[in-house]
């Protein structure tokens, strides 16, 4: 049977990568998309805006939008401190299995919880399900018509507090223009918008950094 593009990047981060290195994971996923085959991964230039905003907010506790294989939870939970917890939601059941063994690969299973299911659905069920009161970064990664809806979620839900940190991948291409829209103009937000590129082109695209004011 043929195989499908995240079984072939999980086979590459196999024999590439070393166990229990994330640095060399991340890198494998990069040589991959970069040479072999291009895949959604937020990437390695973004990916170091991705890293400063995580080493800044130094989180305990972080929410990731759309797992996909891996990738940025790899990159976000590498630079946790200890006892910090990243949860991860990915509604494919067949990424999810993917991105399992991407971070075990890396050794982070201890730092994920990676939860099968709808951000929609899970969103609301994070104080009861996880212990969590609210989350020092999120990171959106998901599909993009989702952003807006979900960001509006979390905020009834109580699971931003001040100075939470919003950090949404793609607002340029493929974009999220109702997104953005309400992020920039909303007076509970102070935004930031990150130039950068479409992960492994030249075409441009960006990281939308927001502050949450209460
Ligand atoms: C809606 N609630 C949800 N709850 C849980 N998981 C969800 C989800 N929505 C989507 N997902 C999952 O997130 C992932 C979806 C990501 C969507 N991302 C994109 O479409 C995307 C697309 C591009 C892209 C850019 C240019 C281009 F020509 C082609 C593609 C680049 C990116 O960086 C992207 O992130 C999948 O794994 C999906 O199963
Ligand atoms: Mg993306």
């Not at 990437?43 to 995580?54: A, F, N, R």
């Not at 809806?149 to 940190?165: A, F, I």
């Not at 309400?182 to 927001?210: A, N």
Request: aromatic residues 10%; proline residues 5%; hydrophobic residues 35%.
């Amino acid at each position: 049977t043929q195989s499908t593009r995240p079984q072939r990047l999980l086979n590459a981060v196999q024999k590439n990568a070393t166990r229990g290195d994330p640095r060399s994971v991340v890198k494998a996923i990069d040589d991959f998309c970069r040479h072999k085959e291009w895949a959604m991964n937020v990437g390695d230039e973004k990916g170091c805006i991705l890293d400063s905003v995580v080493s800044e907010i130094n989180p305990a506790a972080v929410l990731e939008l759309g797992t996909y294989c891996g990738y940025s939870t790899v990159r976000i939970a590498r630079l946790l401190p200890p006892h910090a917890k990243l949860i991860t939601l990915e509604f494919n059941p067949d990424f999810a299995a993917i991105a399992r063994q991407v971070i075990a690969w890396a050794g982070l299973e201890e730092k994920v919880q990676l939860v099968e299911g709808a951000s929609g659905d899970w969103i609301p069920k994070m104080k009861e399900q996880f212990g969590i009161t609210t989350f020092d970064l999120v990171f959106l990664d998901h599909w993009k018509d989702r952003y807006l809806p979900d960001t509006k979620l979390m905020e009834e839900c109580g699971l931003l507090r001040k100075g939470s940190v919003l950090l949404a991948d793609n607002v340029i291409c493929p974009g999220t223009p109702d997104y953005l829209e309400y992020i920039r103009s909303s007076p509970r937000y102070e935004s930031r918008y990150f130039k950068s590129h479409l992960e492994y082109t030249k075409v441009e695209d960006g990281l939308e950094k927001s502050v949450f004011k209460g």
